[in-house]
Nanobody, 124 residues
């Protein structure tokens, strides 16, 4: 599976962005889809996951983004989205999408295929 992430950019605090993750090879329906981020000089961290349709499509979020970010998927378009609202400078990071079949899709090691990342920079 080859994933392409897009939608990042430079915005001011309080702004919104929508990230997209898609593939032109294969289907994402069989996977839980997660978003991670890696701030400058820090380790990659979990942001959100949406489970595969066969598992009910439930969502989970990191506490730091709960209430501000929303993950969704359009199975017909083979695309997963991450809506980022009320952005803060602390949200500055490279954002990655990835696929998982794990029952605990909250960890980097639970994911197999990764996209190339898209940069989100939030200025104060």
């Amino acid at each position: 599976v080859q994933l392409q992430a897009s939608g990042g950019g430079l915005v001011q605090a309080g702004a919104s962005l929508r990230l997209s993750c898609t593939t032109s090879v294969g289907s994402l329906r069989s996977y839980h889809m997660g978003w991670f981020r890696q701030p400058p000089g820090k380790e990659r961290e979990f942001v959100a996951v949406i489970r595969r349709p066969g598992s009910g499509g439930a969502t989970s979020y990191a506490d730091s983004v709960k209430g501000r970010f929303t993950i969704s998927r359009d199975n017909a378009k083979n695309t997963v989205y991450l809506q980022l609202n009320s952005l803060e400078p602390e949200d500055t990071a490279v954002y990655y999408c990835a696929t998982s079949v794990s029952v605990t899709p909250y960890y980097v090691h639970s994911y197999g295929y990764w996209g190339q990342g898209t940069q989100v920079t939030v200025s104060s």
